[in-house]
């Protein structure tokens, strides 16, 4: 059975940039888009974007400046970079492929000086 | 974006007992293919969420028949016809009609 194992750092000081990889285990990743998705106390769920499989990307607007969401489909691995992050970036941040419902543990980033 | 109002944001239910759960979109989610693109989902303490309903009324794979989704366009509902121990948690509702994909503020269902 498929899973989605995220790793990446989680601790940040402000204006670093966080970076998270997402990666199937046990299988490809099949579905057509995968998302990145986070959830903050201040602002509960936050839809960051997606990418498919030929690097097609949609990004939250608000984010859009920041964010960059990368593809490997070699490694079946999808990335996620936020630049210049605040203590507002502080979240659990989860990688998903919403199609099949298959969602990461997540990971707890926080950013503080 | 789509703004998700959600009602309650919390709910004390009796084991064994109903419960309802409304959001309201500010735009339609009908989509010109003939789909609605509004989810629900349950988040479970320590967990990510997981998908209950799609596409406003059908069940996913696994999804106990006690849940059931129901409405269209602007208004939908999530109704459990008898609430176990294992469906307390936040439940969400989600569209992916446009992006950027938006969610309710979340309904926390615990018991009395």
């Known amino acids: 059975q498929v899973q989605l194992q995220q790793w990446g750092a989680g601790l940040l000081k402000p204006s670093e940039t966080l970076s998270l990889t997402c990666g199937a285990n046990?299988?490809?990743?099949?579905?057509?888009?995968w998302s990145w998705i986070r959830q903050s106390p201040g602002k509960g769920l936050e839809w960051l974007g997606e990418?498919?499989?030929?690097?097609?990307?949609n990004y939250n607007p608000s984010l859009k400046s920041r964010l960059t969401i990368s593809v490997d489909t070699s490694k079946n691995q999808f990335s996620l970079s936020l630049r210049s992050v605040t203590a507002a970036d502080t979240a659990i941040y989860y990688c998903?492929?919403?199609?099949?419902?298959?969602w990461g543990r997540g990971t707890l980033v926080t950013v503080s000086s | 974006d789509i703004v998700l109002t959600q009602t309650p944001l919390s709910l004390s239910v009796t084991p064994g007992q109903p419960a309802s759960i409304s959001c309201r979109s500010t735009?339609?989610?009908?989509?010109?293919?003939?789909?609605?693109?509004l989810y629900w989902y349950l988040q479970k303490a320590g967990q990510p969420p997981q998908l209950l309903i799609y596409e406003a009324s059908k069940r996913f794979s696994g999804v106990p028949a006690r849940f059931s989704g129901s409405g269209s366009g602007t208004d939908f509902t999530l109704k459990i016809s008898r609430v176990e121990a294992g469906d307390l948690g936040v439940y969400y509702c989600v569209q992916s009609l446009l992006i950027p994909w938006t969610f309710g503020q979340g309904t926390k269902v615990e018991f009395k």
């Open positions: 990418i498919n499989h030929s690097g097609s990307t």
């Open positions: 998903a492929d919403t199609a099949v419902d298959l």
């Open positions: 046990g299988g490809s990743l099949s579905s057509f888009f």
């Open positions: 735009q339609t989610l009908l989509h010109s293919n003939g789909k609605t693109y």
